[in-house]
């Protein structure tokens, strides 16, 4: 997640790289394999949505910026009523490796942790989930040995219960290891059997189930929420069928969602994530409308551009924004336009 207007991913250049070299390979691995990804080797399991009941079938996912730079300062009870997962941004590294904290910033004005902690009660009480999103782009947590990966599930699990937060989002944006952050996060949910776990992958790092980004979400997709991947500040990269698309089109969106899809994520665990506005990123702005298209394309088969899903996924989870302060700064369309779009899908 950018912190500034001038965001930009560190990786674009790798990313466009390997939109030109992989796209054969992403076709051959049989990434597409119309119909073929949740054969008989899938067992069906649990809806991820059983382990939360403030998680509707159709989310939508919102940052919440812990900070001030020239968006919308907004405390918790102000974020609008269409987020139904709002991630506090962020938790941040302490001296101990792996393990991280959380402070508030004065600049969001509350006076006191007690009433933070009653608005999260409050959204709450309103079906609400909040969760503590780790890292950022400004994140400096690494998780790379069994040490470091006990010290981030107790430091989190310890956030969770003196806060009262529902759960966690990943949002490393210098790498993480998958043995190591699926070992922790399977730790927290030992500890918390509820917890709603969210993703914020680059596009670069849900290319290939190989990814360690992708290997992570799939140690945990037995009680992982949700993987909202990042479709901006990225360049170019490759869809499903192997072409390469350009971020900021529907065709984008669809294409690259696929790759998860057929990846082995089930749909409840697919969402699009995508800035609030133009100033809340360096790239990769699409309209609501754009949005909605390629949540239409991917659940119903209608609305596509040039990218055609071979089939439908009805239970594809929904959006995400960065950030609800963006959001609020541009006046809520992302909120009022794709918000109650979600929330329509059949």
Excluded at 177 to 192: E, F, I, W
Excluded at 212 to 224: M, N, P, Q, R, S
Excluded at 304 to 323: D, E, I, N, Q, V
Aim: glycine share 12%.
């Amino acid at each position: 997640m950018v912190r500034a207007r001038s965001g930009t991913s560190r990786n674009r250049l790798t990313a466009r790289l390997l939109a030109g070299l992989t796209a054969t390979a992403l076709t051959s691995a049989g990434i597409l394999a119309a119909g073929t990804a949740h054969a008989s080797g899938d067992r069906p399991r649990p809806s991820p949505a059983a382990h939360t009941a403030a998680v509707p079938r159709h989310a939508v996912t919102g940052y919440w910026q812990n900070f001030d730079n020239g968006a919308t300062v907004q405390k918790l009870k102000d974020v609008d009523d269409a987020y139904d997962i709002i991630a506090v941004s962020f938790a941040e590294a302490t001296g101990t490796p792996g393990a991280v904290d959380f402070h508030l910033d004065p600049a969001v004005g509350y006076g006191s942790t007690d009433e933070f902690k009653a608005d999260i009660k409050a959204k709450q009480a309103a079906g609400k989930s909040v969760i503590l999103s780790v890292g950022g782009e400004k994140g400096a947590v690494s998780v790379n040995d069994d040490a470091s990966a006990r010290n981030f599930a107790d430091s989190l699990n310890g956030l969770m219960d003196a806060y009262g937060f529902d759960g966690v989002d990943i949002d490393l944006e210098n790498g993480l290891r998958a043995t190591y952050m699926t070992q922790a996060l399977k730790a927290v949910h030992a500890a918390h059997s509820d917890v709603v776990v969210t993703m914020a992958p680059q596009t670069i790092d849900m290319q290939s189930p190989q990814n360690e980004y992708f290997k992570t979400a799939l140690g945990i997709k037995d009680f992982l929420t949700v993987v909202n991947m990042q479709y901006y500040n990225s360049g170019s990269m490759n869809g499903c069928d192997g072409k390469v698309y350009s971020q900021g089109s529907v065709d984008f969106l669809t294409s690259l969602a696929c790759i998860q899809l057929e990846g082995g994520l089930d749909p409840s665990q697919v969402g699009i994530g995508v800035p609030a506005s133009s100033r809340a990123a360096g790239s990769g702005y699409v309209a609501p409308s754009v949005v909605n298209a390629a949540l239409d394309c991917l659940t119903q088969g209608t609305g596509c551009g040039s990218f055609k899903p071979s089939r439908t996924y009805p239970g594809l989870r929904g959006a995400m924004t960065w950030s609800t302060n963006w959001d609020a700064a541009g006046g809520g369309a992302f909120a009022r336009q794709v918000g109650a779009h979600v929330h329509g899908l059949p």
